[in-house]
Each structure stands twice: as structure tokens, then as C-alpha cells.
Nanobody, 120 residues
Framework: QVQLVESGGGLVQAGGSLRLSCAAS????????MGWYRQAPGKQRELVAI???????NYADSVKGRFTISRDNTKNTVYLQMNSLEPEETAVYYC??????????????WGQGTQVTVAS
């Protein structure tokens, strides 16, 4: 049984900051990537940030310089530090782990989502 539990969402004023956390429990053998996605009302889900197993990171252009993805491998936890938040970034944020199983693509796991609301 693998579960990803998210925390850290909430209501902030424009220009404020939040740090999201996502901790995995259960048996995860090999994590390929850890990432964060978001889905705003009426919008498609989009990739916000991703970190590979080697530690390389990629960000959506809209968040570069303001968001930082990090991890704690000893806790199977990924974080997203979000600074200078804008109202347009109000969305449900989801963490995602992709795995490797027998040298091939393994299961993917999703968090339950955490609401981030940025007030104007």
C-alpha cells in the first residue's frame, strides 16, 4: 500500500509564500521522478516542477525564479517552496511520484491534492 500525503496548502495574500510537502508511505522501491502539478478551475492539469532521481530539476516557465522543488530522500518526501504567489496560481496542487520496476516504468502515485488559494 503506497500513499502520498500532501500538506501545506492554504489561503495567502498575493505576494505571499507557502511550502507544500508530500510524504510517501508504503513500499516504494525505486523513485524515478518526483513532481508537482496543479489544476485550476476550468483549466487542464499542468506540470509545475519536477525532480529526477539524479537531482536535476525542471520548472514551468511561469514559476521559474519563484518556486523551488526539493526532496528529503531519507523520508521519501518532496517539497515545493512557492514565493511571490499570484492570484492566477490558485489551484489544487498534486504531487506525483513515478517509479521504476524491474528496469522498466513502474507505477505512478498521486497525492490527494491540496488547495492553494491566492487572494487578490
Amino acid at each position: 500500500q503506497v500513499q502520498l500525503v500532501e500538506s501545506g496548502g492554504g489561503l495567502v495574500q498575493a505576494g505571499g509564500s507557502l511550502r507544500l510537502s508530500c510524504a510517501a508511505s508504503g513500499s516504494i522501491f525505486s523513485i524515478n521522478t518526483m513532481g508537482w502539478y496543479r489544476q485550476a478551475p476550468g483549466k487542464q492539469r499542468e506540470l509545475v516542477a519536477i525532480m529526477t532521481s539524479s537531482g536535476n530539476t525542471n520548472y514551468a516557465d511561469s514559476v521559474k525564479g519563484r518556486f523551488t522543488i526539493s526532496r528529503d530522500n531519507t523520508k521519501n518526501t518532496v517539497y515545493l517552496q512557492m514565493n511571490s504567489l499570484e492570484p492566477e496560481e490558485t489551484a489544487v496542487y498534486y504531487c506525483n511520484f513515478r517509479t521504476i520496476y524491474k528496469a522498466t516504468t513502474g507505477p505512478a502515485y498521486w497525492g490527494q491534492g491540496t488547495q492553494v488559494t491566492v487572494a487578490s
